[in-house]
């Protein structure tokens, strides 16, 4: 399970290091795609397979399911880490995210986040409001 919060800078070259303490469970691919509010989700293999599956469940003849398909599997891109621990982030998708270079890498489960810096401190400022009257729904049993 990843967890924890990481700043990194996205280097010249648009490269970004993967947390020593995370890449133990990334394996050599990841598999990027659009994450949720405006951040860049990152799967190992066997975790992306499980969200595939997920997305394999959802009936593409349903017209209120494709736009989600579509786009998150249209976003996808393969990444390979580096023997020095590193990303290298398209400059399509650097542009897309508004990642300029200092970059925050989040924990979150079966996946990592990496949000540009400024955009994770704006969210969390807001998300924060709410954390001590949080009641969860669609718990998973």
């Not at 469970?25 to 951040?39: M, N, Q, S, V, W």
Request: proline residues 4%; hydrophobic residues 40%; aromatic residues 12%.
């Amino acid at each position: 399970m990843f967890f924890g919060s990481f700043r990194y800078a996205l280097d010249d070259k648009g490269r970004l290091v993967i947390p020593a303490k995370l890449r133990g469970e990334c394996g050599l691919t990841l598999f990027a795609l659009r994450g949720f509010e405006h951040c860049l989700s990152l799967y190992p293999a066997k975790n992306f397979e499980s969200l595939v599956a997920q997305l394999k469940q959802m009936d593409f003849m349903q017209p209120e399911n494709r736009p989600f398909v579509r786009l998150a599997l249209a976003s996808v891109i393969e990444l390979t880490i580096d023997d020095h621990g590193r990303i290298q982030l398209p400059v399509e998708t650097q542009q897309h995210y508004g990642f300029q270079k200092n970059m925050t890498i989040l924990g979150v489960q079966d996946h990592l986040e990496i949000w540009d810096t400024e955009t994770w401190t704006a969210y969390e400022k807001q998300a924060q409001a709410g954390f001590d009257t949080f009641k969860p729904s669609g718990v998973k049993k």
